[in-house]
């Protein structure tokens, strides 16, 4: 059963990825998890309805948010297909999002193993200063890689030669 406002997407990868794989800002994700946890319907200041919700699968879980009609209508237990969605970073914090472009299908309920001891959303993430990627606040710098390309010293024009002073 398609959500509604989700129009089919034949151009969207099917790949599915795991939980423990998402990175921020990663984009065109495809996951199957169950719905663990929904909080209350938060009103925009814009209009409309989201609803946070705690998605998980073997690997890990993380914060969903889902607007309006499509938020409404997923439960706890619920088992979603999510094709083309994207994950990013809202206030340090990893977030997983279905989009305009993305779709979310219900698939199955209450029958898949999931664990919540691995919440990607708990962890608050910062920029690492010398990879310029996210990293998990807390974890160790990352090692700038090496080039492969060893660059051979500046060769120096030929000096002269002085004569020695008389």
Known sequence: MNLPNNPPNSQ??????RII????FA???????IVVDKGPPIKRNEGGILYQVLVADQTACINMTLFDAIGDQVQPGDILRLRGGYATIYKEILNLYAGKTGIVEKINEFTM??????NL????WILDPITK???????????????????APKQMPPQQQQQPPK
């Open 121 to 124: 959303s708990a962890q608050q």
């Open 27 to 33: 984009r065109n994700l495809n996951l199957v998890f």
């Open 21 to 24: 794989d998402i990175k921020p």
């Open 113 to 118: 193993q999931f664990t919540e001891n691995n």
């Open 133 to 151: 990627n996210f990293v998990p606040k807390g974890a160790p710098p990352q090692q700038s890689v090496p080039s492969p390309f060893k660059m």
């Open 12 to 17: 969207l990868p099917t790949q599915n990825i």
